[in-house]
Each structure stands twice: as C-alpha cells, then as structure tokens.
C-alpha cells in the first residue's frame, strides 16, 4: 500500500527541488527526482505546490482538561490539521495543572483519543515540585515548562530559591516565560492611577513593558549559565532580549510578535492582547531580522484561545491569548512574499529546528526512514479568512477579513491525508511523540 506525491517544489534542508516522494505504512520510503516505476494506491499530484515537512508548534495552549469552554483537544487539533501543522506541544496551565506524573499520564490518555495530529506536553514547573523532575518520562515530552511571570496560583516561580532549585534540577529542555511580576504589578499600579481601573488595552505594552521582559529573561539566562540548563526563552517580545541569546541559550518567536505591532491595538483592541504584549515596529523590525541570523531558533503560536466574551474589557478585565495555530503557516508565508525570510528559512524555524531543538524522533524532516508528516501548500491562490472556516472552538480570530495568496491544501500526518481542500478527517488520531535523550 503505497502513496506517491508528484509534481511540487519539495522543500527540505535548505533546497527546493522538483521530485517525488514515496510513503509506505506512514513511513518516507523513497525521495527520488525520477517518477518511481511502482504500483501505488493513491497517487497526489500536487503540481504548482510547495511540499514542506510538517510544521511543528512547540507551543500551543489546547486548554484541556479542565478549561473546555474555550477549547479543547479535539476541536484544536483540528485547527492545526488546516494550518499544516502535525505536531504540537501543549503547556501544563490547564485543570489540574500538569504537575504531577499523574496528571501528564492523564493528558496523554486524552490525546490518545482526541487528537487527530501528532501530540506531546510539557510538564509544569512549580515552586515545590523539582523532586518529580527525576522521573520524568524523558522520552515523550520536550521538556519543563517554567511561568516566571503571566501566571496564577503555584504555576508562578519567581522567588530566588525556587528558581535556582529548578534551574539546577532540571535536565530537560526547560522554557521558560519571562516577565518579571514586581515591574508588571508596579507598571499596573501607574496605569491604573492615570487611567482608571482597566486602562485601554493599547497601553497593555506599558504593563507588560520591555524592562519586565529583559529584567526576568536576563534572570534566567544567568541561571543557565550558573547550572549548564539547557534554557528555551519564550515568545521573545523585545529587541534588547535578542541580545541574551548565545552559547545553550535558544528563542522562540511567535506569530503574534513577528506580524503584528502594538499600533494594531487601535485596530484590533483585546483580540491581540497577549502575554507578553505585542510591542513596538522596531521589536518587531528587530525580531524579523533575528530569524535570519540565528537568534531566533524557533516559531510557535502561543496558541490560546479565549471565548470571545472573555476578551470584552481593557488592560484589567480582557483575557490574554490569541488563537493563531490555523492561520500560522500561512501568515509566515505572506511574510515570505514580503521578502522578510525564504521559505527554506521558514521550514528551517517551523520544522527542522524543532526537531533538532527538542530531539523528536523521526519527524521535522523529508528524509527517507522518517514519518510521513508532510504540508502541501498552494501559492498564488488568494482567500479570506472568515467565521466559517474556524476550527477552532472559540469560533473567532483576530485575521477574521484578512486575505491571504497562500493556501493549505493537504495536511498529511504520518502518511494520512488529516485535512484536504477544506474538509478534516475527524476519524484520525495522531501519534504520540517520541523524543531522543
């Protein structure tokens, strides 16, 4: 039972090349220039397209268990099947928390019944849990989650002493959020004291200010160098932040960060309120430039949807988070046409590098012996975003009217076409993931 893919642009470790791929048992068995001389039961033409390995989101909120009138595994994973993403790793501030072996084993139980593309979770720091970190299963999740700020109850860590215990304790990848809570929480009382209760949501950037994000970031950084931890900062907001990144050190940059500016709150309001805040076009013009010279290792989405009824309000009042993992890959595209990267660029930062950063076994790549996660992608065939077309359980976007000239057009998750011109096949559960350590 073969599957032969013809006639795209096959993207794959810094070249395009015009070929043909071969997927047996949900397995790349063959990449050849030459059409294979073989019987195959499904043949792809996908002439005209772009062929990416793909795309992996090593930063998604699916808000289950727990907080399923927002979200959940089911409907957001299919939402990544239409965005041509086929892995993801979900955060651990859901209910219960995933701070415990059992609740990680649980989340697991879920996604084997609910997730229709490829899936893993991180496990959640906290201030008094580092003894559980030695009986991780190393092998099946990217790594430690760490909120040193933007978080609520036990999730926050930012007291000295715990966070030198976790720093020193943890030999996972450890991300880590990075706002320092004494700046947000002073930063709020002089807004609040100028402009009432719940400020307009458009000086969200002065709450969430740069000085929050480069005093905790710089923090954790030191840490890491003190302990050897292997540190993932992430959704790096500011310029100044970019220069902290060297040697063991690697950055995320999100969707949110890197398309829109904090101007786009006159225009959007709390749609784009996010943690850490959207902020200036010179951080964002800043961190463009980072995903060509290597600081920038990664793109995720912070995907985080809200009711929409939960974003009414300002600064106080409106939730922060954004769904974004549909509409991620075709955003970097316009950004391609704009010229701010190549596409061999994005694969690099949407595939390959979240492969190598966290060592999954088997994926992020087009290579022969690996799984067959593979994005088939359409230029020059423009369409707009409307409420129709939402996957995600929220039902809205903040690119609701925003047309785009890239398309998804097939969404293939371990050799299975998930999503294809517009329909998903909710009958497919992805894989787990496997990571090498």
Same mark, same amino acid.
């Given at each position: 039972?073969?599957?032969?893919?013809?006639?795209?642009?096959?993207?794959?470790?810094?070249?395009?090349?015009?070929?043909?791929?071969?997927?047996?048992?949900?397995?790349?068995?063959?990449?050849?220039?030459?059409?294979?001389?073989?019987?195959?039961?499904?043949?792809?033409?996908?002439?005209?397209?772009?062929?990416?390995?793909?795309?992996?989101?090593?930063?998604?909120?699916?808000?289950?268990?727990?907080?399923?009138?927002?979200?959940?595994?089911?409907?957001?994973?299919?939402?990544?099947?239409?965005?041509?993403?086929?892995?993801?790793?979900?955060?651990?501030?859901?209910?219960?928390?995933?701070?415990?072996?059992?609740?990680?084993e649980a989340k697991f139980?879920?996604?084997?019944?609910?997730?229709?593309?490829?899936?893993?979770?991180?496990?959640?720091?906290?201030?008094?849990n580092t003894e559980t970190?030695?009986?991780?299963?190393?092998?099946?999740?990217?790594?430690?989650?760490?909120?040193?700020?933007?978080?609520?109850?036990?999730?926050?860590?930012?007291?000295?002493?715990?966070?030198?215990?976790?720093?020193?304790?943890?030999?996972?990848?450890?991300?880590?959020?990075?706002?320092?809570?004494?700046?947000?929480?002073?930063?709020?009382?002089?807004?609040?004291?100028?402009?009432?209760?719940?400020?307009?949501?458009? #000086?969200?950037? %002065?709450?969430?200010?740069?000085? @929050?994000? /480069?005093?905790?970031?710089?923090?954790?950084?030191? +840490?890491? *160098?003190?302990?050897?931890?292997?540190?993932?900062?992430?959704?790096?907001?500011?310029?100044?932040?970019?220069?902290?990144?060297?040697?063991?050190?690697?950055?995320?940059?999100?969707?949110?960060?890197?398309?829109?500016?904090?101007?786009?709150?006159?225009?959007?309001?709390?749609?784009?309120?996010?943690?850490?805040?959207?902020?200036?076009?010179?951080?964002?013009?800043?961190?463009?430039?980072?995903?060509?010279?290597?600081?920038?290792?990664?793109?995720?989405?912070?995907?985080?949807?809200?009711?929409?009824?939960?974003?009414?309000?300002?600064?106080?009042?409106?939730?922060?988070?954004?769904?974004?993992?549909?509409?991620?890959?075709?955003?970097?595209?316009?950004?391609?046409?704009?010229?701010?990267?190549?596409?061999?660029? #994005?694969?690099? %930062?949407?595939?390959?590098?979240? @492969?190598? /950063?966290?060592?999954?076994?088997?994926?992020?790549? +087009?290579? *022969?012996?690996y799984r067959a996660d593979?994005?088939?992608?359409?230029?020059?065939?423009?369409?707009?975003?409307?409420?129709?077309?939402?996957?995600?359980?929220?039902?809205?976007?903040?690119?609701?009217?925003?047309?785009?000239?890239?398309?998804?057009?097939?969404?293939?998750?371990?050799?299975?076409?998930?999503?294809?011109?517009?329909?998903?096949?909710?009958?497919?559960?992805?894989?787990?993931?496997?990571?090498?350590?």
């Amino acid at each position: 039972m073969r599957l032969l893919i013809k006639g795209g642009h096959i993207v794959n470790e810094g070249r395009i090349l015009d070929g043909f791929i071969v997927v047996e048992d949900g397995q790349i068995i063959e990449i050849s220039k030459q059409q294979p001389e073989a019987s195959f039961y499904e043949t792809i033409d996908a002439s005209g397209c772009y062929i990416l390995p793909g795309i992996i989101d090593d930063h998604v909120h699916f808000r289950e268990p727990g907080l399923t009138d927002k979200a959940d595994i089911n409907t957001e994973s299919l939402a990544a099947a239409a965005g041509g993403v086929t892995s993801y790793f979900d955060m651990p501030n859901c209910n219960p928390q995933t701070t415990s072996l059992d609740a990680l084993e649980a989340k697991f139980g879920i996604a084997r019944e609910k997730s229709h593309v490829n899936y893993s979770f991180f496990y959640g720091a906290t201030n008094d849990n580092t003894e559980t970190f030695a009986q991780l299963p190393a092998d099946r999740i990217p790594g430690v989650k760490l909120f040193m700020g933007s978080s609520t109850g036990n999730m926050l860590v930012d007291k000295q002493q715990a966070l030198e215990r976790i720093f020193k304790t943890c030999k996972l990848p450890l991300m880590a959020h990075c706002e320092d809570t004494d700046i947000i929480n002073r930063n709020l009382a002089e807004v609040k004291q100028a402009w009432g209760d719940d400020p307009q949501v458009s #000086l969200h950037p %002065l709450i969430r200010s740069e000085e @929050a994000c /480069l005093a905790s970031s710089r923090k954790a950084v030191e +840490l890491a *160098k003190k302990y050897g931890t292997r540190l993932h900062i992430a959704h790096i907001s500011t310029a100044e932040e970019l220069e902290l990144i060297e040697g063991n050190i690697t950055a995320e940059a999100c969707v949110g960060h890197l398309y829109f500016t904090q101007l786009d709150h006159e225009r959007l309001g709390a749609k784009i309120k996010v943690n850490p805040a959207i902020k200036t076009p010179v951080d964002q013009f800043m961190l463009r430039e980072a995903l060509n010279d290597g600081r920038i290792s990664v793109i995720g989405t912070d995907h985080a949807p809200h009711l929409l009824s939960q974003k009414e309000g300002g600064c106080v009042k409106a939730a922060s988070g954004m769904p974004m993992i549909q509409f991620s890959l075709v955003t970097m595209l316009e950004l391609v046409d704009e010229g701010v990267l190549t596409i061999q660029r #994005l694969v690099e %930062l949407m595939c390959h590098n979240p @492969a190598r /950063l966290f060592g999954i076994q088997q994926r992020g790549f +087009l290579r *022969k012996g690996y799984r067959a996660d593979i994005t088939i992608v359409r230029p020059k065939q423009p369409w707009t975003v409307t409420k129709d077309c939402i996957l995600s359980k929220c039902g809205w976007s903040p690119l609701e009217g925003h047309t785009f000239n890239w398309q998804v057009e097939r969404t293939l998750c371990n050799g299975h076409t998930v999503y294809h011109k517009g329909k998903v096949d909710t009958s497919y559960i992805g894989e787990e993931l496997r990571f090498d350590r």
